[in-house]
Protein backbone atom coordinates (compact mmCIF):
# COMPACT_ATOMS: atom_id res chain seq x y z
CA UNK A 1 0.00 0.00 0.00
CA UNK A 2 3.03 2.47 0.85
CA UNK A 3 4.96 1.20 -2.07
CA UNK A 4 2.31 1.90 -4.44
CA UNK A 5 1.26 5.48 -2.73
CA UNK A 6 4.99 6.47 -3.14
CA UNK A 7 4.97 5.10 -6.61
CA UNK A 8 2.17 6.99 -7.79
CA UNK A 9 3.46 10.27 -6.10
CA UNK A 10 3.84 13.04 -8.35
CA UNK A 11 7.50 14.81 -7.87
CA UNK A 12 8.24 17.93 -8.85
CA UNK A 13 11.81 17.84 -10.85
CA UNK A 14 13.65 21.27 -11.48
CA UNK A 15 13.16 22.49 -15.29
CA UNK A 16 16.05 21.25 -16.95
CA UNK A 17 18.80 23.57 -17.66
CA UNK A 18 20.73 23.63 -20.32
CA UNK A 19 23.77 21.42 -20.84
CA UNK A 20 27.08 22.98 -19.32
CA UNK A 21 29.78 24.08 -21.85
CA UNK A 22 33.31 24.81 -20.95
CA UNK A 23 34.05 26.71 -23.94
CA UNK A 24 30.70 28.75 -23.40
CA UNK A 25 32.30 29.39 -19.89
CA UNK A 26 35.64 30.52 -21.31
CA UNK A 27 33.73 32.34 -23.93
CA UNK A 28 32.14 34.50 -21.51
CA UNK A 29 34.83 34.97 -18.99
CA UNK A 30 37.33 35.99 -21.99
CA UNK A 31 34.69 38.77 -23.69
CA UNK A 32 33.61 39.83 -19.55
CA UNK A 33 37.52 40.82 -19.33
CA UNK A 34 38.13 42.12 -22.77
CA UNK A 35 38.47 42.15 -27.02
CA UNK A 36 38.51 38.62 -28.08
CA UNK A 37 40.60 38.76 -31.42
CA UNK A 38 40.60 35.75 -34.32
CA UNK A 39 44.80 36.45 -34.57
CA UNK A 40 45.36 36.10 -30.81
CA UNK A 41 43.15 32.71 -29.79
CA UNK A 42 41.80 30.99 -33.09
CA UNK A 43 40.50 28.01 -31.66
CA UNK A 44 38.54 30.20 -29.36
CA UNK A 45 37.25 32.43 -32.31
CA UNK A 46 36.05 29.50 -34.25
CA UNK A 47 34.45 28.62 -30.91
CA UNK A 48 32.56 31.96 -30.86
CA UNK A 49 31.23 31.32 -34.82
CA UNK A 50 29.86 28.10 -33.16
CA UNK A 51 28.24 29.08 -30.24
CA UNK A 52 27.47 32.70 -30.88
CA UNK A 53 23.62 32.33 -30.19
CA UNK A 54 24.20 31.20 -26.72
CA UNK A 55 27.08 33.97 -25.93
CA UNK A 56 24.17 36.07 -26.85
CA UNK A 57 21.86 34.61 -24.99
CA UNK A 58 23.80 34.67 -22.05
CA UNK A 59 25.42 38.61 -22.22
CA UNK A 60 21.83 39.14 -22.61
CA UNK A 61 20.84 38.01 -19.12
CA UNK A 62 23.64 41.10 -18.40
CA UNK A 63 22.25 43.84 -20.33
CA UNK A 64 25.23 43.34 -22.88
CA UNK A 65 25.40 43.04 -26.41
CA UNK A 66 27.94 40.82 -28.16
CA UNK A 67 29.68 42.98 -31.18
CA UNK A 68 31.01 40.34 -33.45
CA UNK A 69 33.02 41.33 -36.77
CA UNK A 70 34.12 38.78 -38.90
CA UNK A 71 35.85 40.50 -41.46
CA UNK A 72 37.45 42.60 -39.34
CA UNK A 73 38.65 39.50 -36.85
CA UNK A 74 37.44 40.96 -33.40
CA UNK A 75 34.72 40.77 -31.22
CA UNK A 76 33.61 42.29 -27.51
CA UNK A 77 30.92 42.71 -25.49
CA UNK A 78 29.21 46.29 -25.39
CA UNK A 79 26.36 47.78 -23.09
CA UNK A 80 22.96 47.63 -24.08
CA UNK A 81 22.11 52.18 -24.54
CA UNK A 82 19.86 53.52 -21.93
CA UNK A 83 16.74 53.45 -22.55
CA UNK A 84 14.93 57.09 -22.82
CA UNK A 85 14.16 59.33 -19.96
CA UNK A 86 11.22 60.94 -21.81
CA UNK A 87 9.41 57.66 -21.75
CA UNK A 88 9.79 57.05 -17.90
CA UNK A 89 11.73 53.73 -18.29
CA UNK A 90 13.83 53.14 -15.64
CA UNK A 91 17.70 53.31 -15.60
CA UNK A 92 19.11 50.26 -15.86
CA UNK A 93 22.45 48.99 -14.19
CA UNK A 94 25.38 48.80 -16.47
CA UNK A 95 28.12 45.76 -16.41
CA UNK A 96 30.26 47.98 -18.05
CA UNK A 97 31.11 51.43 -16.94
CA UNK A 98 31.37 54.40 -19.17
CA UNK A 99 34.40 56.98 -18.65
CA UNK A 100 34.96 60.26 -20.58
CA UNK A 101 38.29 60.35 -22.55
CA UNK A 102 40.70 63.12 -22.31
CA UNK A 103 41.30 65.47 -24.81
CA UNK A 104 44.95 64.13 -25.76
CA UNK A 105 43.70 60.19 -25.34
CA UNK A 106 40.76 61.69 -27.83
CA UNK A 107 42.77 62.93 -30.32
CA UNK A 108 45.20 60.27 -30.52
CA UNK A 109 42.42 57.91 -30.94
CA UNK A 110 41.02 60.47 -33.70
CA UNK A 111 44.16 60.55 -35.56
CA UNK A 112 45.16 57.12 -35.81
CA UNK A 113 41.80 56.37 -36.93
CA UNK A 114 42.48 59.04 -39.69
CA UNK A 115 46.08 56.89 -40.41
CA UNK A 116 43.96 53.36 -40.65
CA UNK A 117 41.84 54.61 -42.76
CA UNK A 118 44.45 55.95 -45.22
CA UNK A 119 46.37 52.60 -44.66
CA UNK A 120 43.39 50.92 -45.82
CA UNK A 121 42.67 52.58 -48.81
CA UNK A 122 46.30 51.57 -49.99
CA UNK A 123 45.57 47.57 -49.65
CA UNK A 124 47.83 45.11 -48.83
CA UNK A 125 48.79 44.66 -45.23
CA UNK A 126 46.08 44.20 -43.00
CA UNK A 127 48.20 45.23 -39.78
CA UNK A 128 48.59 48.67 -39.32
CA UNK A 129 52.38 49.35 -37.75
CA UNK A 130 53.54 52.70 -36.36
CA UNK A 131 56.66 53.48 -34.32
CA UNK A 132 56.40 55.89 -31.40
CA UNK A 133 58.57 58.57 -33.95
CA UNK A 134 55.83 58.01 -36.41
CA UNK A 135 52.75 58.69 -33.63
CA UNK A 136 54.59 61.53 -32.51
CA UNK A 137 54.89 63.42 -35.93
CA UNK A 138 50.75 62.57 -36.17
CA UNK A 139 50.32 64.90 -32.70
CA UNK A 140 52.98 67.61 -33.72
CA UNK A 141 50.97 69.60 -35.43
CA UNK A 142 48.16 69.84 -32.09
CA UNK A 143 50.57 70.69 -29.94
CA UNK A 144 51.57 74.27 -28.46
CA UNK A 145 54.12 75.97 -30.06
CA UNK A 146 57.32 75.67 -28.44
CA UNK A 147 57.16 72.53 -27.14
CA UNK A 148 60.28 70.56 -27.00
CA UNK A 149 61.15 66.82 -28.36
CA UNK A 150 61.92 65.34 -24.65
CA UNK A 151 58.03 67.06 -23.48
CA UNK A 152 56.83 65.89 -26.99
CA UNK A 153 57.97 62.29 -26.52
CA UNK A 154 56.64 62.26 -22.59
CA UNK A 155 53.74 62.78 -23.77
CA UNK A 156 53.05 60.90 -26.62
CA UNK A 157 54.48 57.82 -24.46
CA UNK A 158 51.85 58.99 -21.62
CA UNK A 159 49.14 59.03 -24.21
CA UNK A 160 50.13 55.88 -25.80
CA UNK A 161 50.07 53.75 -22.45
CA UNK A 162 46.09 55.42 -21.78
CA UNK A 163 45.27 54.61 -25.05
CA UNK A 164 47.11 50.83 -24.92
CA UNK A 165 45.52 49.67 -22.11
CA UNK A 166 41.72 50.25 -23.42
CA UNK A 167 42.92 48.33 -26.10
CA UNK A 168 43.41 50.55 -29.23
CA UNK A 169 47.19 49.72 -29.34
CA UNK A 170 49.47 46.81 -28.58
CA UNK A 171 52.75 47.02 -28.05
CA UNK A 172 55.05 44.91 -30.09
CA UNK A 173 58.40 43.66 -28.94
CA UNK A 174 61.48 44.58 -30.34
CA UNK A 175 63.59 42.74 -32.64
CA UNK A 176 66.42 41.30 -31.61
CA UNK A 177 69.32 43.01 -31.56
CA UNK A 178 66.96 46.41 -31.80
CA UNK A 179 69.14 48.44 -28.70
CA UNK A 180 68.02 51.76 -30.18
CA UNK A 181 64.09 50.68 -31.16
CA UNK A 182 61.72 53.24 -29.17
CA UNK A 183 59.08 51.32 -29.39
CA UNK A 184 56.80 49.95 -32.30
CA UNK A 185 52.38 49.80 -31.95
CA UNK A 186 50.06 47.63 -34.11
CA UNK A 187 47.12 49.84 -34.17
CA UNK A 188 44.35 47.15 -33.08
CA UNK A 189 41.37 47.18 -35.75
CA UNK A 190 38.63 47.44 -33.48
CA UNK A 191 39.08 50.90 -33.40
CA UNK A 192 36.97 51.33 -36.75
CA UNK A 193 34.49 49.87 -34.09
CA UNK A 194 34.93 52.53 -31.90
CA UNK A 195 35.57 55.80 -34.25
CA UNK A 196 32.87 54.99 -36.83
CA UNK A 197 32.47 55.91 -40.42
CA UNK A 198 30.05 58.98 -39.76
CA UNK A 199 32.96 60.16 -37.00
CA UNK A 200 35.18 59.97 -39.46
CA UNK A 201 33.43 61.85 -42.28
CA UNK A 202 33.60 64.86 -39.78
CA UNK A 203 36.88 63.98 -38.45
CA UNK A 204 38.52 67.84 -40.47
CA UNK A 205 35.72 69.65 -38.70
CA UNK A 206 36.79 67.98 -35.38
CA UNK A 207 40.57 68.51 -36.21
CA UNK A 208 39.63 72.36 -36.55
CA UNK A 209 38.55 72.49 -33.48
CA UNK A 210 41.41 70.61 -31.89
CA UNK A 211 43.82 73.37 -33.13
CA UNK A 212 41.65 76.08 -32.04
CA UNK A 213 41.60 74.90 -28.89
CA UNK A 214 44.86 74.42 -28.23
CA UNK A 215 45.87 78.34 -28.28
CA UNK A 216 43.94 78.65 -25.48
CA UNK A 217 46.31 76.96 -23.32
CA UNK A 218 45.65 74.14 -21.00
CA UNK A 219 43.98 70.64 -21.54
CA UNK A 220 41.93 71.83 -18.84
CA UNK A 221 40.54 75.03 -21.08
CA UNK A 222 40.01 72.17 -23.96
CA UNK A 223 38.57 69.74 -21.98
CA UNK A 224 35.89 72.67 -20.48
CA UNK A 225 34.99 73.38 -24.34
CA UNK A 226 34.12 69.75 -25.00
CA UNK A 227 36.83 69.47 -27.53
CA UNK A 228 37.08 66.01 -28.93
CA UNK A 229 36.21 64.42 -25.62
CA UNK A 230 34.69 61.13 -26.09
CA UNK A 231 32.97 58.05 -23.88
CA UNK A 232 34.65 54.84 -24.09
CA UNK A 233 33.17 51.54 -22.55
CA UNK A 234 35.47 50.30 -20.40
Same mark, same amino acid.
Given at each position: ? &? +??? %?? &????? =???? @? ?17 ? !???? +? /? ?8 ? !? *? ?10 ? !? ?8 ? %? ?21 ? $? #? ?17 ? $? ?28 ? =? &?????? /? *?? /? $? ?15 ? $? ?7 ? %? ?10 ? /?? *? ?6 ? #? ?8 ? @??? @? ?15
Amino acid at each position: M &N +DAL %HE &NDSVE =TPPR @ALPAVPELSQLMVHLLKGV !LYRD +D /DERLWDSLLR !L *QVRVREQAAVLL !LDLVLDEAEG %HAFLKSRPDPDESEGAPRLPRLV $A #RRPLSYPVSLMLALLRKRM $AEFDVGGGDTRLVLSRDDIAELARVFLPDG =T &NEARLI /D *QV /D $ATLTKVADLGFLRRLKP $ATGGGQDRG %HYEVRRILKAFV /DA *QWLADFDA #RLEVYRTALP @AGS @AESTDKAGAGKGVADA
